[in-house]
């Protein structure tokens, strides 16, 4: 089945063309120039940015997929979580398109779209996988036990990990998007120079917290400016990232242990990082289980996650009426 999939939930356009589990073309317009100076995603601009974005993205989308719109056999949209404005560009569009092609659309839950990415990125995956998401909104370890459903194990009862990345590399004077800045800044540094704490480590139950983190990280730079002492960036990047990646694997590991899953997957924007990437292989390798961790360009948000999604569910005989609207707070499940 070819599918056009549509991600507009914050401040990437994605647009791809992907058939089965084979990704046909992957567009991906970032914003960043636009929201840099404001220090975070502004999203009244956001949203007319994909506006401008999003046609000219489909058409490139199906050139390089080397097929026409008439060919497409239907239309996955993200319906939310996100940002409102920026939800309703996609939809609206995704909407057109299916109703002026005569194919039917399918809206697609963002965090679903993120574990599906695993399965193109691993044709032969099949369910069921734990999911570690992570990203500029969510925490949260979910069981994917057949496709479709979902099972939130545990999440963030505060910050997301990618804001905690966001608001360190923010204070360090990395500048936007902090993630990715912190992950290149820390190759050079020592993961073991400081100690910053990680909540929750020890407790059995499966949630996060990571503003203690960002709130200790932060005294701790203002304690060692007040004293006149130098902060080493790389060792402090290194150490902070050090501290998100030691958690989110313990408790990946855990929810494997209590659930008897053997395969893990990493799934969304924060997957990127090459630490918890390394690590999440590694750990996996020693306990002898399967560990998915998609291709960057699938891991921050993408239109071919958002058509994998679709795929699913279209072939599965769903469709979602033209009425549609876009939920912001949209739950996993
Ligand atoms: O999934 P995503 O693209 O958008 C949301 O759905 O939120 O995730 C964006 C988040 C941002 O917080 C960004 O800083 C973070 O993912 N991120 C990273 C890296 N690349 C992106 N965090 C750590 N290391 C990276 N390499
Ligand atoms: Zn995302």
Redesign the pocket.
């Known amino acids: 089945m070819l599918v056009l999939g549509i991600e507009t939930?914050?401040d990437?356009t994605g647009i791809a063309v992907v058939e089965d589990r084979t990704v046909r073309s992957n567009i991906i317009t970032a914003q960043i120039d636009l929201h840099a100076r404001f220090g975070g995603v502004v999203p009244e601009l956001a949203s007319r940015a994909h506006v401008m974005t999003i046609t000219p993205a489909i058409e490139q989308a199906l050139d390089e997929a080397g097929v026409t719109r008439k060919d497409l056999e239907g239309v996955a949209v993200t319906i939310g979580p996100?940002l409102i404005g920026c939800l309703l560009v996609g939809v609206a569009t995704a909407k057109a398109t299916a109703a002026t092609l005569d194919i039917p659309l399918i809206g697609v839950n963002?965090l679903e779209g993120?574990i599906e990415a695993a399965f193109l990125e691993d044709p032969t995956l099949e369910p069921p996988v734990l999911a570690l998401i992570?990203?500029?909104?969510?925490t949260m370890i979910a069981a994917m036990r057949e496709h479709g459903s979902f099972e939130v194990l545990g999440q963030t009862i505060d910050d997301?990990?990618?804001?905690a990345?966001?608001k360190i590399?923010r204070f360090m004077g990395l500048g936007f998007?902090?993630?990715?800045a912190?992950?290149?800044l820390a190759a050079d540094g020592r993961a073991d120079a400081y100690r910053f704490p990680r909540a929750m480590l020890h407790e059995p139950n499966l949630d996060f917290s990571f503003s203690g983190l960002k709130t200790a990280v932060i005294r701790w730079m203002r304690e060692r400016e007040a004293l006149g002492e130098a902060i080493d960036a790389a060792d402090l990047a290194a150490s902070f990232?050090e501290a998100i990646v030691d958690v989110q694997i313990a408790k990946t590991f855990k929810a494997a242990e209590q659930t008897g899953i053997d395969t893990v997957v990493l799934a969304?924007?924060?997957a990127?990082?090459?630490r918890?990437r390394a690590r999440m292989l590694d750990e996996g390798e020693k306990r002898g289980l399967r560990v998915v961790v998609p291709r960057?360009s699938l891991?921050?948000?993408n239109g071919a996650m958002i058509a994998a999604a679709g795929i699913r569910r279209l072939a599965d005989g769903q469709r979602t009426p033209l009425d549609i609207g876009a939920d912001p707070s949209l739950l996993l499940g």
């Open positions: 939930s914050c990437e996100g963002h993120h992570v990203s500029g909104g969510h997301a990990a990618g804001e990345f966001d590399a998007p902090g993630g990715p912190i992950d290149k990232q969304g924007g924060v990127a990082n090459s918890l960057v891991c921050t948000d």
